[in-house]
T-cell receptor, first 112, second 117 residues
Framework: GDSVTQMEGPVTLSEEAFLTINCTYT??????LFWYVQYPGEGLQLLLK?????DKGSNKGFEATYRKETTSFHLEKGSVQVSDSAVYFC???????????FGGGTRLMVKP | NAGVTQTPKFQVLKTGQSMTLQCAQD?????MYWYRQDPGMGLRLIYY???????DKGEVPNGYNVSRLNKREFSLRLESAAPSQTSVYFC????????????????FGEGSRLTVL
């Protein structure tokens, strides 16, 4: 079946540090890939997505590139802020007939 | 601009008690979902409703029932709560159902934290 594996957290960084959260996947078909973010006390919200190989999704300074050859979709940000502290979920959907499959989530804590 | 609204936000139950979690969306979405979130296990789908009048089991349906009351509302019921159902529950919606143009974007409520003693 389909699955998503994320690095375990928490990831603790100082403000302005570079962020990478790793995400790899296995899929039975050709997936679309997503990053969702969950801020404290809130529900998840879509951060960015990519629908085909080599696509780069970006939003709020975050980026992730769809790498088919390594089955990865790593999330990056050049300079994190305290307000980026949240839990980040990688997810995939294989064609539009299936449900989203979520990874386990990675908690990011950014210290001033 | 409410989006997806869940009630209650917090609830404590004793083993064997029943309760219903309510969810409503004001985006005219066709599909609605109930997930549970547990530490280290990400989100797991309990039930979903592709469209008004239909419901289907997800990954972990045992111990739960759902009702799609109308296009806006989708409730989750625990008939006899167990400690294993202690979790944070999220309702979500999507414009289109899986298999009919689902883009992968879900809109989530703020969650309902349930503790079963």
């Amino acid at each position: 079946g389909d699955s998503v594996t994320q690095m375990e957290g928490p990831v603790t960084l100082s403000e302005e540090a570079f962020l990478t959260i790793n995400c790899t996947y296995t899929a039975t078909g050709y997936p679309s890939l997503f990053w969702y973010v969950q801020y404290p006390g809130e529900g998840l919200q879509l951060l960015l997505k990519a629908t085909k190989a080599d696509d780069k999704g970006s939003n709020k300074g975050f980026e992730a590139t769809y790498r088919k050859e390594t089955t990865s979709f790593h999330l990056e940000k050049g300079s994190v802020q305290v307000s980026d502290s949240a839990v980040y979920f990688c997810a995939l959907v294989v064609n539009t007939g299936n449900m989203l499959t979520f990874g386990g989530g990675t908690r990011l804590m950014v210290k001033p | 601009n409410a989006g997806v609204t869940q009630t209650p936000k917090f609830q404590v139950l004793k083993t064997g008690q029943s309760m219903t979690l309510q969810c409503a969306q004001d985006m005219n979405h066709n599909s609605m979902y109930w997930y549970r979130q547990d530490p280290g296990m990400g989100l797991r789908l309990i039930y979903y409703s592709a469209s008004e009048g239909t419901t289907d089991k997800g990954e972990v349906p045992n111990g739960y029932n759902v009702s799609r009351l109308n296009k806006r509302e989708f409730s989750l019921r625990l008939e006899s709560a167990a400690p294993s159902q202690t979790s944070v529950y999220f309702c979500a919606s999507s414009e289109k159902p899986p298999g009919q143009g689902f883009t992968g974007e879900l809109f989530f409520g703020e969650g309902s934290r349930l503790t079963v003693l």
